[in-house]
């Protein structure tokens, strides 16, 4: 089992930045890719970005490129998601999630563990 907790989330002007955290224990962290989604009221749980176990590969949702950045540091078992320039349109809970495949999986069904999620409002 892997637990993961989420933090970081606000309420943001449009343009502005946050950093989410999430923080995981129990099983190595290091054995596993971790992903960012993120799930709009009514709509689906879409992809947002994805980084390696070793944190040296990196992937993101078209609509996110050049403006996010995700990172992990192994030694404090945390995930990060660098938000800038945010949009209202990207209000969501954002969740980040556990993979152990080395393949870089995008759908939500892939992933193994997943946090409780943290709310971005980006206000207009």
């Known amino acids: 089992q892997v637990q993961l907790v989420e933090s970081g989330g606000g309420l943001v002007q449009a343009g502005g930045s946050l950093r989410l955290s999430c923080v995981a224990s129990?099983?190595?962290?290091?054995?596993?890719?971790m992903g960012w989604f993120r799930q709009a009221p009514g709509k689906e749980r879409e992809f947002v970005a994805r980084?390696?176990?070793?944190?040296?590969?990196?992937y993101y949702a078209d609509s996110v490129k050049g403006r996010f950045t995700i990172s992990r540091d192994n030694s404090k078992n945390t995930v990060y998601l660098q938000m800038d320039t945010l949009k209202p349109e990207e209000t969501a809970v954002y969740y980040c999630?556990?993979?152990?495949?080395?393949?870089?999986?995008?759908?939500?069904?892939?992933?193994?563990?997943w946090g409780q999620g943290t709310q971005v409002t980006v206000s207009s």
């Open positions: 999630a556990a993979d152990r495949s080395t393949v870089v999986h995008t759908a939500s069904h892939q992933y193994e563990y």
């Open positions: 129990g099983r190595t962290f290091s054995n596993y890719a």
């Open positions: 980084i390696s176990r070793s944190g040296g590969s990196t």
